[in-house]
């Protein structure tokens, strides 16, 4: 069994404006998911991507929105969750006046 808080993980910066931590994955032993928070910053988004896999996440704080590739947006706020089919162009978007925070999970070897 393997206990942290998330904070005492390293973020690691992806782009201006979004940092990422892995808080469970092959490090600590998992074999089938890999849990990461993301941190996005005010005025930032992740970039427009896709995958192969399907993507869970669960907003923990902020107010963002999901966008689509077609330009559809639902808004986020904390508690929310979603869910995105594999192969489904999405971004995530900061639409708050602070942090937007989001925990997502994929499986593992999908990093």
């Not at 399907?54 to 929310?80: I, M, R, T, Y």
């Not at 979603?82 to 070897?109: A, S």
Request: aromatic share 8%; charged share 25%.
């Amino acid at each position: 069994m393997v206990v942290q808080h998330f904070q005492n993980v390293e973020p690691v910066q992806l782009m201006d404006g979004v940092k990422r931590r892995i808080v469970i994955g092959e490090k600590e032993g998992a074999p089938n998911f890999i849990m990461r928070i993301f941190d996005v910053d005010q005025g930032h988004s992740t970039p427009y991507h896709e995958h192969p896999w399907e993507h869970e996440v669960f907003v923990l704080e902020g107010k963002a929105a999901v966008k689509d590739v077609k330009g559809n947006e639902k808004p986020l706020s904390a508690g929310d969750t979603v869910f995105i089919p594999p192969n489904e162009k999405h971004c995530l978007i900061n639409k708050g006046d602070g942090l937007f925070r989001f925990m997502c999970l994929i499986p593992t070897g999908a990093e």
